[in-house]
């Protein structure tokens, strides 16, 4: 301790124990957590490096946190652990529209950023459904997700260059300002979904696109499951290129149904919510709906009007607060296959819920082929929860019999670590360690999450 007074002003670190426990864990539901010993919260680079230099001396292992929205215990403290949490660093440093690119520090909170770039006509797409909690930094470390990714990519999509400190306190650039780099190894690939595990990241750049047109949307129910991915699969066969392709099943239509009316077919067996934006956007839907109809879809409906297509995906927006108002604690599952394994994925999961008699509601990014079987239960229950633990060890047992992946766009933290073997090969992960090992010989940063 005496170190980090030494280092750092008094209003960066916090010893009262009830606010250190306040940020010593993320959203994750069954994820324990330690107890941390401090609380720093650093406002530039050089307060970080100070931070990383006390805690060597000390020897006490770093956690980062941004805004602890995670859902895999990625941030939770370990027992003695420097808390550091970058919320402070929330600062818009730079918007460069000839570049189009942006300078953020890690805290900054994705919304804020989309607002600010959409005043200089320009857009940062990832949008994870946490888009107005979590924060930049979180969004890298876990290599964020979300709606629009079907189009626009992923998080790691958007970042050109990192500033990064290391456990040894020095500080890295991992990547280039200018549009095009071909020098030297991608290193801001590899901090990218690291997790928190490699260093702690204090600045980012971020690639801009133009801000899209307002999009054209459809809705297509469909009576069984095959048919619904079938029509995800051709439509992607012919060259179309939605910017929005969720899917809803029928336990989720019912449920937002029951809180929210809005006629929904709580009869059939999903719902597609597709979007298309750009030149030819309303050519577009009109094609992907009769593919919709063509692929046995019992009711499509298409708008270009972007404020009733707002409405229309608000189905989507409205699955999860519908399920928190039964009370129970909820357990969103995150496994990707390839597009083509959809219904298989998708039937599988059903016959998971059967066989374990729990309620796994699922909703997905379907473009992306990335599911979320949202485990719904009451976790006073113990035979309850050791056949919710059952199913969702059985739905990552099928995702990987698919050939798909067992962590889409949460990251694996603490939650699936278990399952890391089963899904990388032993080569890919004794290289991933000695990496780990390399940068952070100490284990200072995150230890035990990830790998
Ligand atoms: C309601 C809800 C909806 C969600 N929807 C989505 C979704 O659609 N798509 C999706 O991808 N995720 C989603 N998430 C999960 C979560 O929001 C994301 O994983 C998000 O990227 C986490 O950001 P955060 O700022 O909260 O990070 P935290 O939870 O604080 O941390 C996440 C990880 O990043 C590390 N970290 C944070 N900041 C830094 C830093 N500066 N340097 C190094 N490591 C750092 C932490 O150590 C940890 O390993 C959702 C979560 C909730 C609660």
Redesign the pocket.
Known sequence: MAELEARLPADCIQLDRDVIDTYSQ??AIFEGRGSASVLVMPRDTAQVVAAVEAANAADVPI??????????G??NAVDGCMMMS?HR?NQILEIDTANRLCRVQ??VINADLKVEVTKQNLFYPP????VD???????????????CCVKYG??RDYVMDLE?VMADGRVMHTGRKTIKSTTGLDLTGLFVG????L????EITLKLVPAPDEPSTAVAYFDELKPAGDAIVELFRQGLEPSVMEIIDQACLRQVEAVYPMELDIDAACLLLIQTEGDGSADAIEQIAKICRANGSSFVYHVNDPAEGDMLIEVRRKV?PAFETLGKAML?E?VAVRREHLPELLAGITDIAERYDVALPTLG?AGDGNMHPLLVFDENDPDEVARVQSAFRDIIALSLSLGGTIAA???V?TLKRQFIEDELDPVQLEVQRSIRQLLDPDGR??PG??L
């Open positions: 993320d959203r956690v980062p946190r941004g805004a602890g929205t995670g859902l895999t990625a941030a970058l660093m890690p805290g949008d994870p459904a946490s909690m979590s924060s930049i930094g979180g969004n890298v470390a876990t290599n964020a997700g979300g709606l992923v998080t990064v690291s997790e928190g595990i260093g702690i990241v204090t999860w969103p995150d990014h766009e949460h990251g933290g940063f995150n999450k990830a």
